[in-house]
């Protein structure tokens, strides 16, 4: 029903930007869109999330530095990191909430931050 098609992760310096992008290829309408990542050994933590109508939510962890947009018409979701920190490399996976209480996820891409 919904498929999720991740873009945009691999290796930046610390103090780096990368920008994710996240396409659904649907026609259902989509609620919230966000972004989760894992780490290695560590459980998935909600990065950030956003409405249909634009309301943002972040992990403090990130608070100042990602930021989290979304294209409607093209039911696209953008996640802009900077001031990238080694503690942030982890999987990004995209997310999408549809329906009543359904959840579609992208493939993860990773994301490294190292010098």
């Known amino acids: 029903q919904v498929q999720l098609v991740e873009s945009g992760g691999g290796l930046v310096q610390p103090g780096g930007s990368l920008r994710l992008s996240c396409a659904a290829s649907?026609?259902?309408?989509?609620?919230?869109m966000g972004w989760y990542r894992q780490a290695p050994g560590k459980q998935r933590e909600l990065v950030a999330m956003?409405?249909?109508?634009?309301?943002?939510d972040y992990v403090d962890s990130v608070n100042g530095r990602f930021t989290i947009s979304r294209d409607n018409a093209k039911n696209t979701v953008y996640l802009q990191m900077n001031s990238l920190k080694p503690e942030d490399t982890a999987v990004y996976y995209c997310?999408?909430?549809?329906?009543?209480?359904?959840?579609?996820w992208g493939q993860g891409t990773q994301v490294t931050v190292s010098s």
């Open positions: 997310n999408a909430k549809f329906g009543l209480r359904s959840n579609a």
């Open positions: 649907t026609s259902i309408s989509i609620n919230a």
């Open positions: 956003i409405s249909r109508s634009g309301s943002t």
